[in-house]
């Protein structure tokens, strides 16, 4: 902590997290039940409604060391918010076969997703952290993220747009691993994690769907975290935005759950951004070279700008050309 705004606004963001999750768990769903689509709609709304007053508070508070303003932070906050978000879609994705790939029960999905999110954000934090702090010592590293970043949208990109995927438990390494060295039962155990038989303990279905997920969400952090980098070097900013995005992705996993595979054509303009990304980090300090105040809010606003756009002209497009229209040709 560098400053007094800065730990005060790290207290805020903790308030207001660890409140929604007490009010999430504690009363909300402090019962099993399923999720219904007009709750996921308030609560992601909720979501991206503290995440935009978030940015505010940024805006009128925060005091960002270095070469950058709060206006210029405020609007780095937004991009890296919305580029998560954007690439919690893959996520969701593969979440949604993990589930059911188990069986998962509607009315255990949201137990699975809360702690296994909620783990996502311990390990978020961690990399985030961790990476500023290398970030810092040897700042050559930002080029290596800068080619991971440009090697994931190259990849991305020649994905085929309307292939089927799924989830094949028999070849993941980690559920091999889990099942060779753990008693693992096939059952659910009634919402439970894990059940006691013959005084032996056995791990459920819903254990092994909440280690998955959290395996998949650091898998999914390799390429997050540097293109959260990308757009701002400032740890407060990456983290709040970051975990902002993850703790939104649970009301988003059952909003879109049945309709995610419609926006077919989002992965590509995530392509295009991870490049456009590492491509941007590559070349900073030449473009940057008297670090003017105007040439980084410059920077900034044309990067949001670029970003809000290749995602909406993306979901526009997939509503306009369906993927099954693209498949049959």
């Given at each position: 902590m560098e400053n007094k705004t800065e730990f005060f606004l790290y207290v805020v963001f903790g308030f207001i997290i660890i409140l929604s999750l007490v009010i999430d768990l504690g009363f909300i769903h402090k019962q099993s039940s399923s999720i219904k689509q007009k709750e996921a709609t308030i609560q992601s709304l909720i979501w991206v409604l503290l995440s935009g007053c978030f940015g505010l508070f940024i805006y009128f508070w925060y005091d960002p060391n270095g070469d950058t303003d709060s206006l210029t932070s405020t609007i780095e906050y937004y991009s890296a918010y919305l580029t998560e978000y954007a690439l919690s879609m893959d996520n969701i994705f593969?979440?949604?076969?993990?589930?059911?790939?188990?069986?998962?029960?509607?009315?255990?999905?949201?137990?699975?997703?809360?702690?296994?999110?909620?783990?996502?954000?311990?390990?978020?934090?961690?990399?985030?952290?961790?990476?500023?702090?290398?970030?810092?010592?040897?700042?050559?590293?930002?080029?290596?993220?800068?080619?991971?970043?440009?090697?994931?949208?190259?990849?991305?990109?020649?994905?085929?747009?309307?292939a089927e995927k799924e989830f094949d438990g028999e070849r993941n390494f980690i559920l091999r691993m889990c099942k060779k060295y753990l008693h693992f039962s096939e059952s659910d155990g009634d919402g439970n994690f894990f059940i006691r038989k013959k005084n032996k303990i056995y791990f459920t279905t819903l254990f092994l769907a909440i280690i998955l997920v959290e395996t998949t969400d650091i898998v999914f952090a390799v390429d997050s975290i540097p293109a959260a980098f990308g757009i701002s070097e400032d740890e407060f900013i990456i983290y709040t935005s970051n975990i902002f995005a993850v703790l939104g992705l649970r009301s988003m996993f059952f909003l879109l759950s049945n309709i995610i595979d419609k926006f077919h054509l989002l992965s590509k303009a995530l392509a295009v951004i991870l490049i456009l990304v590492g491509t941007k980090m590559l070349i900073h300090d030449i473009v940057l070279i008297d670090r003017w105040h105007l040439e980084s809010r410059f920077i900034a606003i044309v990067s949001f700008s670029v970003i809000i756009s290749l995602l909406l002209i993306s979901i526009v497009l997939s509503i306009l050309f369906p993927k099954k229209a693209i498949v049959e040709k």
């Open positions: 593969i979440i949604l076969l993990i589930v059911r790939y188990f069986k998962i029960k509607d009315i255990y999905l949201h137990k699975v997703l809360f702690w296994g999110i909620l783990g996502a954000v311990f390990f978020r934090g961690i990399f985030i952290f961790v990476g500023a702090y290398v970030i810092h010592e040897f700042h050559y590293v930002l080029y290596l993220f800068a080619l991971i970043l440009m090697y994931s949208g190259v990849k991305l990109m020649k994905e085929d747009t309307g």
